[in-house]
Protein backbone atom coordinates (compact mmCIF):
# COMPACT_ATOMS: atom_id res chain seq x y z
CA UNK A 1 0.00 0.00 0.00
CA UNK A 2 0.92 3.26 -0.71
CA UNK A 3 0.33 6.05 1.61
CA UNK A 4 0.47 9.85 1.79
CA UNK A 5 -0.46 12.09 5.35
CA UNK A 6 -3.04 14.62 4.69
CA UNK A 7 -2.69 17.00 7.27
CA UNK A 8 -0.70 17.53 10.74
CA UNK A 9 -3.14 19.89 12.39
CA UNK A 10 -4.10 17.01 14.29
CA UNK A 11 -2.02 15.74 17.68
CA UNK A 12 -2.65 12.16 16.74
CA UNK A 13 -1.02 12.74 13.66
CA UNK A 14 2.36 11.67 14.02
CA UNK A 15 0.98 8.63 15.91
CA UNK A 16 -0.96 7.83 12.60
CA UNK A 17 2.39 8.70 10.67
CA UNK A 18 4.70 5.93 12.79
CA UNK A 19 1.56 2.73 11.99
CA UNK A 20 1.21 3.76 8.83
CA UNK A 21 5.16 3.71 7.96
CA UNK A 22 5.17 0.24 9.55
CA UNK A 23 2.31 -1.18 7.11
CA UNK A 24 2.71 0.79 3.88
CA UNK A 25 5.16 3.26 1.63
CA UNK A 26 4.57 6.30 2.73
CA UNK A 27 5.14 8.34 -0.53
CA UNK A 28 5.04 12.04 0.75
CA UNK A 29 3.63 14.33 3.25
CA UNK A 30 0.78 17.74 2.97
CA UNK A 31 -0.06 20.55 5.17
CA UNK A 32 -1.16 24.07 4.17
CA UNK A 33 0.70 25.76 6.99
CA UNK A 34 4.44 25.20 5.89
CA UNK A 35 6.05 25.39 8.95
CA UNK A 36 4.54 22.84 10.40
CA UNK A 37 4.88 20.57 7.20
CA UNK A 38 8.81 21.37 7.04
CA UNK A 39 8.87 20.61 10.53
CA UNK A 40 6.99 17.35 10.24
CA UNK A 41 9.14 16.57 7.33
CA UNK A 42 12.09 16.92 8.89
CA UNK A 43 11.61 15.30 11.52
CA UNK A 44 10.41 12.08 10.28
CA UNK A 45 12.61 12.46 6.95
CA UNK A 46 9.77 12.35 4.61
CA UNK A 47 8.70 14.30 1.31
CA UNK A 48 6.69 17.40 1.80
CA UNK A 49 3.89 17.87 -1.16
CA UNK A 50 4.46 21.21 -2.63
CA UNK A 51 0.65 21.16 -2.79
CA UNK A 52 -2.91 19.70 -2.18
CA UNK A 53 -2.89 18.86 -5.84
CA UNK A 54 0.42 17.35 -5.75
CA UNK A 55 -0.58 14.89 -3.38
CA UNK A 56 -3.89 14.29 -5.06
CA UNK A 57 -1.41 12.81 -8.31
CA UNK A 58 1.24 11.26 -5.91
CA UNK A 59 -0.40 7.33 -6.97
CA UNK A 60 -1.23 6.98 -3.53
CA UNK A 61 -3.57 3.90 -2.47
CA UNK A 62 -4.55 5.83 0.85
CA UNK A 63 -4.27 9.17 3.02
CA UNK A 64 -4.41 9.55 6.42
CA UNK A 65 -6.67 12.79 7.29
CA UNK A 66 -5.67 14.69 9.93
CA UNK A 67 -6.47 18.45 8.42
CA UNK A 68 -8.77 20.87 10.77
CA UNK A 69 -11.91 19.60 11.03
CA UNK A 70 -13.68 22.03 9.10
CA UNK A 71 -11.43 21.04 5.64
CA UNK A 72 -12.83 17.23 5.74
CA UNK A 73 -15.44 17.71 3.62
CA UNK A 74 -13.22 19.42 0.88
CA UNK A 75 -10.29 17.32 1.51
CA UNK A 76 -11.84 14.17 2.01
CA UNK A 77 -14.15 14.38 -1.38
CA UNK A 78 -11.47 15.13 -3.30
CA UNK A 79 -9.21 12.39 -2.22
CA UNK A 80 -12.29 9.99 -2.74
CA UNK A 81 -12.63 11.45 -6.82
CA UNK A 82 -8.86 11.07 -6.87
CA UNK A 83 -9.61 7.09 -6.05
CA UNK A 84 -7.46 7.45 -2.62
CA UNK A 85 -8.89 5.36 0.35
CA UNK A 86 -9.60 7.32 3.36
CA UNK A 87 -8.56 7.06 6.96
CA UNK A 88 -9.41 9.95 9.23
CA UNK A 89 -9.34 11.42 12.25
CA UNK A 90 -12.74 12.40 13.94
CA UNK A 91 -14.96 14.24 13.88
CA UNK A 92 -15.73 13.13 10.18
CA UNK A 93 -17.51 16.91 9.52
CA UNK A 94 -19.39 19.59 11.89
CA UNK A 95 -22.59 19.54 10.09
CA UNK A 96 -25.08 16.11 8.51
CA UNK A 97 -25.26 18.00 5.23
CA UNK A 98 -21.00 18.05 4.98
CA UNK A 99 -21.36 14.50 6.04
CA UNK A 100 -23.72 13.33 3.35
CA UNK A 101 -21.49 15.03 1.09
CA UNK A 102 -18.60 13.32 2.09
CA UNK A 103 -20.87 9.66 1.88
CA UNK A 104 -22.04 10.34 -1.24
CA UNK A 105 -18.26 10.54 -2.72
CA UNK A 106 -16.89 8.13 -0.96
CA UNK A 107 -19.41 5.30 -2.18
CA UNK A 108 -19.55 6.57 -5.80
CA UNK A 109 -15.60 6.12 -5.79
CA UNK A 110 -15.49 2.84 -3.83
CA UNK A 111 -12.37 3.59 -1.98
CA UNK A 112 -12.06 2.18 1.42
CA UNK A 113 -13.23 4.46 3.93
CA UNK A 114 -12.77 4.20 7.88
CA UNK A 115 -12.47 6.49 10.80
CA UNK A 116 -10.51 6.54 14.11
CA UNK A 117 -12.90 5.04 17.31
CA UNK A 118 -10.42 3.29 18.68
CA UNK A 119 -12.36 2.83 22.41
CA UNK A 120 -14.06 0.09 20.48
CA UNK A 121 -11.65 -2.22 20.48
CA UNK A 122 -9.91 -1.78 23.85
CA UNK A 123 -9.87 -4.60 26.40
CA UNK A 124 -12.00 -3.48 28.88
CA UNK A 125 -14.47 -1.77 26.55
CA UNK A 126 -14.89 -4.40 24.61
CA UNK A 127 -15.54 -6.59 28.13
CA UNK A 128 -18.62 -3.90 29.06
CA UNK A 129 -20.30 -4.48 25.93
CA UNK A 130 -19.75 -8.19 26.18
CA UNK A 131 -21.73 -8.16 29.87
CA UNK A 132 -24.27 -5.50 28.51
CA UNK A 133 -25.44 -7.29 25.07
CA UNK A 134 -25.26 -11.07 27.31
CA UNK A 135 -28.54 -9.64 29.47
CA UNK A 136 -26.85 -10.12 32.44
CA UNK A 137 -27.71 -6.32 33.38
CA UNK A 138 -31.08 -6.75 32.15
CA UNK A 139 -33.01 -4.04 30.32
CA UNK A 140 -29.76 -1.21 30.18
CA UNK A 141 -30.96 2.06 31.22
CA UNK A 142 -27.60 4.17 32.12
CA UNK A 143 -24.49 4.56 30.77
CA UNK A 144 -21.89 6.90 31.72
CA UNK A 145 -18.40 7.95 30.30
CA UNK A 146 -16.09 9.85 32.07
CA UNK A 147 -12.88 10.68 29.88
CA UNK A 148 -10.87 14.30 30.55
CA UNK A 149 -7.52 15.52 30.95
CA UNK A 150 -5.21 18.18 31.64
CA UNK A 151 -4.24 19.47 28.28
CA UNK A 152 -5.79 23.30 29.48
CA UNK A 153 -4.85 22.91 32.82
CA UNK A 154 -0.76 21.88 32.34
CA UNK A 155 -1.07 24.06 28.78
CA UNK A 156 0.14 21.27 26.35
CA UNK A 157 -2.83 21.47 24.05
CA UNK A 158 -2.06 23.70 20.63
CA UNK A 159 -3.24 26.83 20.50
CA UNK A 160 -5.43 25.75 17.52
CA UNK A 161 -7.15 23.32 19.02
CA UNK A 162 -9.14 25.93 20.71
CA UNK A 163 -10.14 27.55 17.39
CA UNK A 164 -13.79 27.70 17.20
CA UNK A 165 -13.81 28.08 13.13
CA UNK A 166 -11.09 24.72 12.97
CA UNK A 167 -12.76 23.00 15.76
CA UNK A 168 -16.62 23.27 15.34
CA UNK A 169 -16.32 23.69 19.61
CA UNK A 170 -14.17 22.56 22.36
CA UNK A 171 -14.02 19.73 24.46
CA UNK A 172 -17.34 17.69 23.85
CA UNK A 173 -16.68 17.82 20.20
CA UNK A 174 -12.58 17.16 20.55
CA UNK A 175 -12.01 14.49 23.16
CA UNK A 176 -15.61 13.81 24.54
CA UNK A 177 -16.40 12.39 20.67
CA UNK A 178 -14.88 9.14 22.45
CA UNK A 179 -18.09 8.94 24.90
CA UNK A 180 -20.72 9.95 21.96
CA UNK A 181 -19.51 6.84 19.80
CA UNK A 182 -19.47 4.58 22.66
CA UNK A 183 -22.76 5.65 23.92
CA UNK A 184 -24.06 5.41 20.43
CA UNK A 185 -22.59 2.03 20.48
CA UNK A 186 -24.69 0.50 24.09
CA UNK A 187 -27.76 2.50 23.58
CA UNK A 188 -28.31 3.87 20.58
CA UNK A 189 -29.27 7.21 19.47
CA UNK A 190 -30.89 9.35 21.83
CA UNK A 191 -34.19 11.52 21.24
CA UNK A 192 -33.06 14.61 22.48
CA UNK A 193 -29.68 15.90 24.33
CA UNK A 194 -28.61 18.96 27.16
CA UNK A 195 -25.61 20.11 27.78
CA UNK A 196 -23.37 22.14 30.32
CA UNK A 197 -20.00 24.03 29.24
CA UNK A 198 -17.65 26.02 31.30
CA UNK A 199 -14.80 27.32 31.64
CA UNK A 200 -12.35 26.05 34.34
CA UNK A 201 -8.80 26.71 33.27
CA UNK A 202 -6.97 29.15 35.83
CA UNK A 203 -3.44 28.39 33.90
CA UNK A 204 -2.52 31.95 32.15
CA UNK A 205 -1.43 30.04 29.05
CA UNK A 206 -3.94 28.35 28.32
CA UNK A 207 -6.41 30.98 28.85
CA UNK A 208 -4.46 33.26 26.19
CA UNK A 209 -4.74 30.23 23.56
CA UNK A 210 -8.38 29.88 24.35
CA UNK A 211 -9.38 34.07 23.39
CA UNK A 212 -12.39 32.61 22.26
CA UNK A 213 -13.47 30.69 25.23
CA UNK A 214 -14.35 27.16 23.77
CA UNK A 215 -15.44 25.02 26.59
CA UNK A 216 -12.74 23.24 28.67
CA UNK A 217 -14.93 21.47 31.07
CA UNK A 218 -18.18 19.95 29.54
CA UNK A 219 -21.36 17.35 30.55
CA UNK A 220 -23.77 15.91 27.88
CA UNK A 221 -26.46 14.19 29.34
CA UNK A 222 -28.66 12.12 26.09
CA UNK A 223 -31.98 10.96 26.69
CA UNK A 224 -33.77 7.91 25.17
CA UNK A 225 -37.47 7.11 24.47
CA UNK A 226 -37.16 4.24 26.59
CA UNK A 227 -36.50 6.40 29.61
CA UNK A 228 -32.58 4.94 29.05
CA UNK A 229 -30.19 7.98 29.98
CA UNK A 230 -26.73 8.49 29.05
CA UNK A 231 -23.95 10.37 30.70
CA UNK A 232 -20.88 11.62 28.63
CA UNK A 233 -19.13 13.74 30.78
CA UNK A 234 -15.25 15.29 29.59
CA UNK A 235 -12.78 18.13 29.83
CA UNK A 236 -9.12 19.45 29.53
CA UNK A 237 -8.89 20.52 33.46
CA UNK A 238 -8.71 17.00 35.22
CA UNK A 239 -4.76 15.82 35.86
CA UNK A 240 -4.52 12.22 36.45
CA UNK A 241 -8.76 11.14 35.61
CA UNK A 242 -8.63 7.61 34.59
CA UNK A 243 -11.40 7.01 31.88
CA UNK A 244 -14.07 5.71 33.41
CA UNK A 245 -17.27 3.94 31.79
CA UNK A 246 -19.87 2.48 33.79
CA UNK A 247 -22.82 0.67 32.28
CA UNK A 248 -26.54 -0.46 34.42
CA UNK A 249 -29.41 -2.33 33.97
CA UNK A 250 -32.53 -3.52 36.26
CA UNK A 251 -30.26 -6.41 37.23
CA UNK A 252 -27.25 -5.04 37.64
CA UNK A 253 -24.38 -2.98 36.91
CA UNK A 254 -20.68 -3.10 35.80
CA UNK A 255 -18.14 -0.32 35.39
CA UNK A 256 -14.31 -0.25 33.79
CA UNK A 257 -11.77 2.17 34.95
CA UNK A 258 -9.13 1.71 32.69
CA UNK A 259 -7.04 -0.29 35.31
CA UNK A 260 -9.74 -3.61 35.45
CA UNK A 261 -13.58 -4.30 34.80
CA UNK A 262 -15.64 -4.84 37.85
CA UNK A 263 -19.66 -5.98 37.96
CA UNK A 264 -22.54 -6.39 40.68
CA UNK A 265 -25.45 -8.14 39.19
CA UNK A 266 -28.19 -10.83 40.46
CA UNK A 267 -26.14 -13.48 38.82
CA UNK A 268 -22.81 -12.32 41.25
CA UNK A 269 -25.53 -12.76 43.84
CA UNK A 270 -24.69 -9.11 44.34
CA UNK A 271 -21.55 -9.09 45.26
CA UNK A 272 -18.60 -7.13 43.34
CA UNK A 273 -16.73 -9.22 41.19
CA UNK A 274 -13.65 -8.60 38.88
CA UNK A 275 -14.07 -9.62 35.85
CA UNK A 276 -11.38 -11.05 33.51
CA UNK A 277 -11.39 -8.87 29.96
CA UNK A 278 -11.49 -10.34 26.75
CA UNK A 279 -8.71 -10.02 24.29
CA UNK A 280 -8.18 -6.43 22.95
CA UNK A 281 -8.21 -6.04 19.11
CA UNK A 282 -5.78 -3.65 17.19
CA UNK A 283 -6.79 0.11 17.31
CA UNK A 284 -8.52 1.20 13.90
CA UNK A 285 -5.48 2.61 12.25
CA UNK A 286 -3.58 -1.12 12.25
CA UNK A 287 -6.49 -2.41 11.28
CA UNK A 288 -6.67 -0.12 8.29
CA UNK A 289 -3.29 0.07 7.24
CA UNK A 290 -2.63 -4.07 7.93
CA UNK A 291 -5.74 -4.83 5.23
CA UNK A 292 -8.75 -4.93 7.42
CA UNK A 293 -11.88 -2.31 7.14
CA UNK A 294 -12.33 -1.83 11.26
CA UNK A 295 -15.87 -3.05 12.21
CA UNK A 296 -18.35 0.16 13.82
CA UNK A 297 -15.84 3.20 11.82
CA UNK A 298 -17.36 3.18 9.15
CA UNK A 299 -19.64 6.42 7.34
CA UNK A 300 -22.86 5.39 9.01
CA UNK A 301 -21.32 5.51 12.51
CA UNK A 302 -19.67 8.12 11.44
CA UNK A 303 -22.61 10.60 10.39
CA UNK A 304 -24.06 9.68 13.99
CA UNK A 305 -21.37 11.17 15.60
CA UNK A 306 -21.77 14.35 13.58
CA UNK A 307 -25.61 14.66 14.60
CA UNK A 308 -24.90 14.12 18.30
CA UNK A 309 -22.34 16.90 18.52
CA UNK A 310 -25.04 18.89 16.32
CA UNK A 311 -28.11 17.79 19.34
CA UNK A 312 -25.07 18.53 21.97
CA UNK A 313 -24.27 21.98 20.64
CA UNK A 314 -28.21 22.42 20.30
CA UNK A 315 -27.54 22.75 16.25
Known amino acids: MKTVICGVWHVHAQMYYETAKKHSEILGVWDSNPKWLEAFCS ?28 THPDVIVALAEAGIGIFTEKVLALTTPECLRIEEAVKKSGVKYAISFPHKFDAGIMTLKKIADSGELGKVNYFRCRNAHDGSSSNWLPRHFYDLKECGGGAMIDLGAHGMYLADWFLGMPESCSSTFTNACVNPGALE ?10 VTVLRYADGSI ?4 TGFVSLGNPMTIEVGGDKGWARWDKYKVVKRTAATEKKLVEVEPVEGMPTPVEQFFSGSVPAGCGLEESKRLTKLMEMAYGK
Open 230 to 233: ALNE
Open 43 to 70: RNGEKAFASFGELLKSGADAAVVCTSSD
Open 209 to 218: KNAEGVEDNA
